[in-house]
């Protein structure tokens, strides 16, 4: 372990240094109007900036579960949406709240119907 500098701070052996990846991938000068669910966005990796981007963090310790995760994820939404479809409840918009990850306060309150 060594001294380095990130932007001018000093950041000395046994510090922590923690990524702000809400701040990151929500970043005016990384993402033309961040704010906007536009899934878009990534039709093509390769128009994605490597450091953008982290949900899986990077590194070393990069998550080893993300193929998984991201499979999984699929399977799960084709199951449910090949079978039910979801609409928001009126006055029941997610809130999202940073605890170590982002998640929904209360959960996701969704009205479902059988296709
Ligand atoms: C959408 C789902 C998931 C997300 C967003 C996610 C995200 C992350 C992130 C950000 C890290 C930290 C990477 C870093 O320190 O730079 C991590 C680590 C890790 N993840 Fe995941 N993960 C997900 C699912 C999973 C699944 C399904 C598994 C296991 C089956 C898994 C296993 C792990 C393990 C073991 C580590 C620690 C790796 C290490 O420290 O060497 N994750 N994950």
Partial sequence: MARDVICGTE?????????P??????????WPDPDAFR???????????????LPFGDGPRICIGASFALQEAVIILATLLARFRFALIPGKLPKPVMILTLR????????????
């Fill in 39 to 53: 899934p878009a966005r990534f039709a093509d990796p390769k128009s994605v900036d490597r450091f953008a981007y």
């Fill in 21 to 30: 990846i809400y701040a990151l991938h929500r970043h005016r000068t990384l």
């Fill in 11 to 19: 950041i000395l052996p046994g510090d922590t240094v923690m990524l």
């Fill in 104 to 115: 929904p306060e209360g959960g996701v309150w969704l009205g479902v119907e059988r296709v």
